[in-house]
């Protein structure tokens, strides 16, 4: 051996080439959103944030929120193929004193990543002490209660059609929805979907929010998930600001072929982060010339975080991002994927 470049290097050094040009076509076709097409969804997704401040102001004045706002990849231009969907942040003020929060792994459910909030002091501020009672379920609060408050308000009293004839947009609550999601046509073709995601910001500054456990069995019922979205989104930000990088190109193509592909839809915007970030500890070439080559490796790791059925989170090792997928659905996936391996541009047809 040892004879210098090979017939075989060069079919592979042109293979990589191939793909690391249709990796940018990708990209600019298929996974890059219009600008102005951001925009116009942005836009209405602030209108109806706008309404409902009015709307739960008026309606409910002592219920005890922080303002709401509006999150999620549309706003971090992270959003891939269509602008199509944004979370409406309600944060929920507890009072300190009577609620604390007890980490999933010191529970009976051992789930790192969720958390239970339980009431405290209930001897000397009896129910009723704090708004939040009215979703207290077994001593305590229960995310899925206080989606069904929300869910009574946004469903049952307001008045969609008389608000989104004012905007020129057709509304409706998407019924039935595991989490509370809002329909809004505001143009011809394009549909917005807006979730509401109550949210609790604990004194350590862990952020719970009102998403179920996927494989939610009754015993779940009361887990609140933690969420490292601002973090780990931040994170990588961070690291291609430092050197120029592309690893949210990377992510954003990532997220694409998942999104177009039926096989990897239970591949999700954290999961990729993550397995990114995680690569990026190991790997330090992210310059754009590398796209083809580390997006060529995240598919490895994923196969191998598959294997061992266990994708640990970047900024809390203890919590897997794998943990609410069926041990079949891990198989599939993970085969979908070694499977890509050898024929990585099969992914981009669409
Ligand atoms: P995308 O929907 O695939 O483009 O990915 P996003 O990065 O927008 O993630 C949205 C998903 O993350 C939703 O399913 C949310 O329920 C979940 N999520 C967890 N934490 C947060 C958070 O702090 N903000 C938002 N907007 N979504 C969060």
């Known amino acids: 051996g040892g004879s210098g470049t090979t017939q075989s290097d060069l079919l592979r050094a042109r293979m990589r080439l191939s793909l690391q040009e249709h990796l940018w ?52 231009d992270l959003q891939v193929v269509t602008a199509d969907h944004a979370q409406l942040m309600v944060p929920l003020i507890l009072e300190k004193n009577l609620w604390s929060s007890i980490p999933g792994e010191d529970t009976i459910m051992n789930v790192p990543g969720f958390c239970l909030v339980r009431r405290e ?14 979703c207290m379920v077994g001593g305590y609060l229960s995310p899925k209660s206080v989606l069904e408050v929300f869910d009574k308000l946004v469903a049952g009293s307001i008045n969609w059609p008389a608000i989104g004839s004012v905007l020129d947009y057709v509304i409706r609550p998407v019924v039935p929805s595991e989490t509370l999601t809002l329909e809004v046509q505001y143009e011809t073709h394009r549909k917005l979907y807006v979730d509401f995601l109550p949210l609790l910001v604990m004194e350590d500054g862990t952020s719970l929010i009102a998403k179920p456990h ?52 239970r591949i999700n915007a954290s999961q990729l982060t993550n397995a990114i970030l995680l690569l990026s500890g190991k790997e330090g070439d992210w310059t754009e010339e590398a796209l083809a080559d580390r997006f060529l490796q995240l598919l490895r790791e994923l196969v191998g975080h598959l294997e061992a059925g266990r994708l640990p989170c970047a900024l809390s090792p203890k919590v897997n991002l794998f943990c609410e997928l069926t041990d079949q659905e891990v198989d599939e996936l993970g085969y979908t994927l070694y499977c890509a391996l050898s024929d990585p541009e099969g992914l981009l047809r669409t």
């Not at 944030?49 to 219920?63: G, I, N, S, T, W």
């Not at 002091?121 to 009215?134: C, H, T, V």
């Open 25 to 76: 076509e990708f990209y600019q076709n298929n996974v890059n959103i219009p600008a102005e097409e951001q925009a116009m969804a942005r836009r209405a997704a602030l209108d109806i944030c706008a309404e409902l401040r009015v709307f739960l102001h008026a309606k409910l004045p002592d219920m005890p929120l922080r303002e709401m706002y509006l999150s999620g990849s549309l706003y971090d």
């Open 121 to 134: 002091n209930l001897e000397y501020f009896p129910r009723k002490s704090s708004y939040w009672d009215r």
């Open 214 to 265: 996927r494989l939610a069995a009754e015993r779940h019922e009361n887990l609140w998930r933690q969420s490292f979205r601002v973090a780990e989104t931040a994170r990588l930000r961070a690291l291609d600001q430092e050197d120029g990088g592309c690893r949210c190109t990377c992510l954003k193509v990532a997220k694409a072929v998942c999104k177009l592909n039926p096989a990897l839809s």
